[in-house]
C-alpha cells in the first residue's frame, strides 16, 4: 500500500523542472534540500520569542515542532505532503495525515517514550491501530486544567480542509517554502473539546472552524499553530478571528 502521492497533480512548476536537462535536474535536487534543511533547523531551534505558562503548553508546542519536521521529512522522501484522508479504492476513510507521518515522526523520540507500532495495512480502528493511539493519546492532544478540582478539557492538533488551504486539492504538492510572514499560511491549528482518538480520520472545514470562532469557544484560551514556514505560533484570543483566520489559511 503506497498512500502518497500522485505524480500528474505536482504543480506545474515542478513538472516543467522535471522535464528540464539533468544537470538543471541536480540545480533544483540541490535547492529543494537546502530548503528543507532550512526548516528543520526553523523546527528544530528552540522557541525564544515567546514566553508561555504551563508545562503542557510548553510540551505540546515542543511537540509541534516535531510534527512540523516529520512533515518536512514525509516531503523529502514521497515527494508530496501527506493528504488529510487516505483512502481505500471504494473511497471508505483509511488512515489520518496524523498516521502517515508516524515514520518520520518517530525520529524525534525514543522507543521508550512512545508507541509507533501503527499498521497501515489494518484499518485506523483495528484493535492494533486502537491501542497504539490509546497508549499515546497526547502525542496529537494537549490536556489543559483550568483549576485543581477542575475536569481537564483537551485539544487537538487539526487541518482546515478546504479548496483555499494547504489541505485543498493540488495544494498538498507543494514544495516546503521559506517565507516571510506575510506569505506564511497555517498548515496545523489546534481545536478545543475534539471528538474521538488521533488515529481517527477526521478533521474539520474552513466553515467548522469560523463556526467555532463564532460560537467562541476560543474566547478564553489562545491556540497554537503550526505555519507552512516552520513557525509554531502561539494565537491570542484575539487573533482568533473570522477574519484573520481566512487570511492565514488561504494559500496566497
Given at each position: 500500500?503506497t498512500?502518497?502521492c500522485?505524480?500528474?497533480?505536482?504543480?506545474e512548476?515542478y513538472?516543467i523542472?522535471?522535464?528540464?536537462n539533468?544537470k538543471?535536474?541536480?540545480?533544483?535536487?540541490?535547492?529543494?534540500?537546502?530548503?528543507?534543511?532550512?526548516?528543520?533547523?526553523?523546527?528544530?531551534?528552540?522557541?525564544?520569542?515567546q514566553?508561555?505558562s504551563?508545562?503542557t503548553?510548553?510540551?505540546?508546542?515542543d511537540?509541534?515542532?516535531?510534527?512540523?519536521?516529520?512533515?518536512a521529512?514525509?516531503h523529502?522522501?514521497?515527494?508530496?505532503?501527506?493528504?488529510a484522508?487516505?483512502?481505500?479504492?471504494?473511497?471508505?476513510?483509511?488512515?489520518?495525515?496524523?498516521?502517515?507521518?508516524?515514520?518520520?515522526?518517530?525520529?524525534?523520540?525514543?522507543?521508550?517514550?512512545?508507541?509507533f507500532?501503527y499498521?497501515?495495512?489494518e484499518p485506523?480502528?483495528s484493535?492494533?491501530?486502537?491501542s497504539v493511539?490509546?497508549?499515546?493519546?497526547?502525542?496529537?492532544h494537549?490536556?489543559?486544567r483550568?483549576?485543581?478540582?477542575?475536569?481537564?478539557?483537551?485539544?487537538?492538533l487539526?487541518a482546515?480542509?478546504?479548496?483555499?488551504?494547504?489541505?485543498g486539492?493540488?495544494?498538498?504538492?507543494q514544495?516546503?517554502?521559506?517565507?516571510?510572514?506575510?506569505?506564511?499560511?497555517?498548515?496545523?491549528?489546534?481545536?478545543p473539546?475534539?471528538?474521538?482518538?488521533?488515529?481517527?480520520?477526521t478533521?474539520?472545514?474552513?466553515?467548522?472552524?469560523?463556526q467555532?470562532i463564532?460560537n467562541?469557544?476560543?474566547?478564553h484560551?489562545?491556540?497554537h499553530?503550526?505555519?507552512?514556514n516552520?513557525?509554531?505560533?502561539?494565537?491570542?484570543?484575539d487573533?482568533?478571528?473570522?477574519?484573520?483566520m481566512?487570511?492565514?489559511?488561504t494559500?496566497?
Amino acid at each position: 500500500m503506497t498512500p502518497y502521492c500522485e505524480p500528474k497533480s505536482f504543480p506545474e512548476l515542478y513538472s516543467i523542472v522535471m522535464k528540464t536537462n539533468s544537470k538543471k535536474n541536480r540545480y533544483w535536487e540541490i535547492f529543494t534540500v537546502l530548503t528543507i534543511i532550512g526548516i528543520l533547523c526553523l523546527l528544530l531551534i528552540p522557541e525564544v520569542q515567546q514566553a508561555t505558562s504551563g508545562g503542557t503548553r510548553d510540551r505540546f508546542r515542543d511537540q509541534i515542532r516535531k510534527i512540523g519536521a516529520a512533515f518536512a521529512y514525509y516531503h523529502a522522501e514521497h515527494g508530496c505532503f501527506p493528504p488529510a484522508v487516505f483512502t481505500d479504492p471504494d473511497g471508505a476513510s483509511q488512515h489520518s495525515w496524523r498516521a502517515l507521518i508516524l515514520p518520520q515522526l518517530e525520529r524525534s523520540f525514543t522507543h521508550k517514550e512512545r508507541r509507533f507500532d501503527y499498521l497501515i495495512d489494518e484499518p485506523w480502528n483495528s484493535a492494533q491501530n486502537e491501542s497504539v493511539a490509546t497508549q499515546n493519546p497526547d502525542l496529537y492532544h494537549r490536556e489543559i486544567r483550568s483549576g485543581q478540582a477542575d475536569s481537564p478539557s483537551t485539544t487537538k492538533l487539526v487541518a482546515i480542509i478546504d479548496d483555499s488551504t494547504l489541505w485543498g486539492k493540488g495544494h498538498r504538492n507543494q514544495l516546503p517554502r521559506l517565507v516571510n510572514d506575510e506569505e506564511k499560511q497555517i498548515l496545523l491549528i489546534e481545536i478545543p473539546n475534539p471528538d474521538g482518538l488521533w488515529n481517527e480520520p477526521t478533521d474539520i472545514s474552513l466553515n467548522e472552524l469560523f463556526q467555532l470562532i463564532e460560537n467562541g469557544v476560543f474566547a478564553h484560551q489562545g491556540t497554537h499553530a503550526l505555519f507552512n514556514n516552520g513557525e509554531v505560533t502561539w494565537l491570542s484570543p484575539d487573533d482568533i478571528t473570522v477574519q484573520k483566520m481566512r487570511i492565514l489559511l488561504t494559500v496566497k
